[in-house]
């Protein structure tokens, strides 16, 4: 996303070449063309929306397929978040809070897997 949104305030007209030669030719060019800079940065920065816009399409859809693997459809018309709530409120019969027994869940998985929450 960084280099995305630095690319986003590029102009071309401020670029550098390792040779001037190169730079000449390509501002001539460019200089020649209809709209000359300002057409270009435009159409870059038309290129670069249509990059993020596939991006987020991407991470959008790899992100339902997550959730869907977390928190999966259920069919049995129970609310799963709404369970998983209500047990986190009440007690157990021998009075451990459900949060504390999920905090040690939380704390296993830390230490199985290295991934914090």
């Known amino acids: 996303m960084a280099l995305a949104e630095h690319l986003s305030t590029v102009r071309l007209e401020e670029a550098h070449a390792s040779e001037q030669s ?9 200089d020649s063309m209809p709209g ?14 249509s990059a993020l816009r ?3 399409g991407k991470f959008d859809n790899d992100f339902q397929v997550v959730l869907n693997k977390i928190e999966p459809e ?3 018309g ?3 978040p709404k369970l998983a709530d209500a047990r986190l409120t009440s ?10 027994v999920a905090n040690a869940v939380l ?3 830390r230490l199985s897997t290295g991934f914090r929450l």
């Not at 800079?37 to 870059?44: E, G, H, K, W």
């Not at 007690?91 to 459900?98: A, E, L, N, Q, S």
């Open 74 to 76: 259920d069919k049995s």
């Open 36 to 49: 000359g800079f300002d057409a270009i940065n435009q159409f870059v920065r038309h290129i670069i929306s």
């Open 22 to 30: 190169d730079k000449d030719m390509i501002f001539k060019l460019v």
């Open 78 to 80: 129970t609310s799963l």
């Open 54 to 56: 596939v991006m987020k």
């Open 91 to 100: 007690k157990d019969k021998g009075g451990t809070t459900m949060p504390k």
């Open 107 to 109: 704390a296993n998985m």
